[in-house]
Nanobody, 121 residues
Framework: VQLQASGGGLVQTGGSLRLSCAAS????????LGWFRQAPGKERDFVAG????????YYADFVKGRFTISRDNAKNTVYLQMNSLNPQDTAVYYC???????????????WGKGTLVTVSS
């Protein structure tokens, strides 16, 4: 199983980025997908999650109204649209997959390598 995140980069405060995560080696539609982030010197945090069908999505309070998670099961890809970025959003962003339907998002089956997002002030 491979999860390949891309789309990170340097952006100014107030700007936007769209992260993508392409999955292979798994039956994509059977997995819930999540985005997590880890800032320097901090623990990894849940950012957003989306159900297998894409019908349900979940967000951490600190991104509600600014970030949107979506998935394209035909392309085996999950996205994270990030708007109104601020320096506190600077982190390495990871995508992950889980086969469970319910439960907390901190237990995932597969993790990808991260993509760095840097927001300048």
């Amino acid at each position: 199983v491979q999860l390949q995140a891309s789309g990170g980069g340097l952006v100014q405060t107030g700007g936007s980025l769209r992260l993508s995560c392409a999955a292979s080696g798994l039956t994509f539609g059977r997995y819930g997908l999540g985005w997590f982030r880890q800032a320097p010197g901090k623990e990894r945090d849940f950012v957003a999650g989306i159900s297998q069908s894409g019908g349900s999505s979940y967000y951490a309070d600190f991104v509600k109204g600014r970030f949107t998670i979506s998935r394209d099961n035909a392309k085996n890809t999950v996205y994270l649209q990030m708007n109104s970025l601020n320096p506190q959003d600077t982190a390495v962003y990871y995508c992950a997959a889980r086969s469970r339907i319910y439960g907390a998002w901190n237990v995932m089956d597969y993790w990808g390598k991260g993509t760095l997002v840097t927001v300048s002030s």
